[in-house]
């Protein structure tokens, strides 16, 4: 197996469970995100995009295109898992996720300022498993609209590798 594919597997991996397993970051409640918060809450982006549209100060179309953004983003892992045959799908697979902890690392440095309304999407106050998943583990940076925790990183990691197998040679 070559290392172009090796890492794909990896990364694949990482990405799903970050994706499902680990949470991302909480606010205050604590509400957690993370990929089955993601899950619970994707249609309510399709059928009260109006609403949502007017919290984030953007046309409603906009929220249906982000609505695709992150049901790709949900199935970037296995997009990725399948990147070690098709190296094109690894590269996809893997640009999303990194784009998503982009964004929540700025949020949580208050870039925008009030990134709340741009998240909600993500939280989810009951935890799947009470005190399994979830996984939360808080990490820097923190402030008072929320705190990074370990899954925003694992899955970086993973996205990044993804990236790295994509790009490699499948040898």
């Known amino acids: 197996m070559g290392a172009g594919k090796g890492l794909s597997i990896l990364a694949g991996i990482l990405i799903i469970v970050a994706t499902f397993v680990l949470s991302w970051f909480t606010v205050a ?4 995100a993370y990929g089955i918060g ?6 309510g ?3 009260d995009a109006a609403t949502l549209a007017t919290s984030w100060g953007v046309e409603t179309f906009v929220i249906y295109i982000v609505a695709v953004v992150y049901i790709l983003f ?9 990147g070690a045959k098709v190296r094109v799908l690894a590269i996809i697979g893997a640009i999303v ?16 300022p009030d990134f709340y309304p741009y998240i ?4 989810d106050s009951e935890p799947l498993v009470a005190g399994i998943i979830p996984f939360d583990l ?12 370990l899954g925003t990183y694992i899955l970086l990691a993973g996205g990044v590798l993804g990236l790295i197998g994509g790009i490699m040679g499948r040898d």
Request: proline share 9%.
């Open 45 to 47: 982006m399709f059928t």
């Open 74 to 82: 949900l199935i970037s892992g296995i997009l990725v898992l399948i």
């Open 138 to 149: 808080p990490l820097a940076p923190a402030n008072a609209s929320a705190t990074v925790s």
């Open 29 to 32: 409640g604590p509400e957690y």
């Open 120 to 123: 909600s999407v993500f939280l």
């Open 97 to 112: 996720p990194i784009f998503l902890c982009y964004a929540i690392i700025a949020g949580a440095l208050n870039i925008p």
């Open 38 to 43: 993601l899950v619970k809450n994707i249609m």
